[in-house]
C-alpha cells in the first residue's frame, strides 16, 4: 500500500495561527499544534479564532516546537518498504 503526501512550499510563513492551522489542518489539529508546543488547547484554540492576540514570545515558542517536531518525523521510517 503507497501513501502520498502533498507537501507545502518550503519556508512557508503565515500571518495567522488561523493560516498556519488552516495549511496543517489535512494533517495536524489545533488541539494536536497544542499539544506539540506544549500550549493549552483552549489557548491555541483562541488565537486560532482570532480571539486573543499571540505574542511574540509565544510565535517563537510555536515555530521552535513546529521546527523540533519536523526534524522528529523526519527522522522517523516504517520498516520493510
Do not use: W
Not at 502533498?6 to 488561523?18: G, H, I, Q, S
Not at 511574540?56 to 518498504?81: H, V, Y
Request: hydrophobic content about 45%; charged content about 25%; overall charge positive.
Amino acid at each position: 500500500m503507497a501513501f502520498t503526501i502533498t507537501l507545502m512550499e518550503p519556508n512557508r510563513e503565515f500571518d495567522t495561527v488561523a493560516e498556519l492551522l488552516e495549511a496543517l489542518a489535512p494533517y495536524i489539529s489545533a488541539r494536536a499544534l497544542a499539544r506539540i508546543c506544549d500550549m493549552s488547547e483552549s489557548q491555541m484554540l483562541q488565537y486560532k479564532a482570532g480571539f486573543k492576540q499571540i505574542s511574540p514570545r509565544n510565535i517563537a515558542r510555536i515555530n521552535e516546537k513546529l521546527r523540533t517536531f519536523a526534524a522528529e518525523l523526519s527522522a522517523m521510517s516504517l520498516k520493510g518498504a
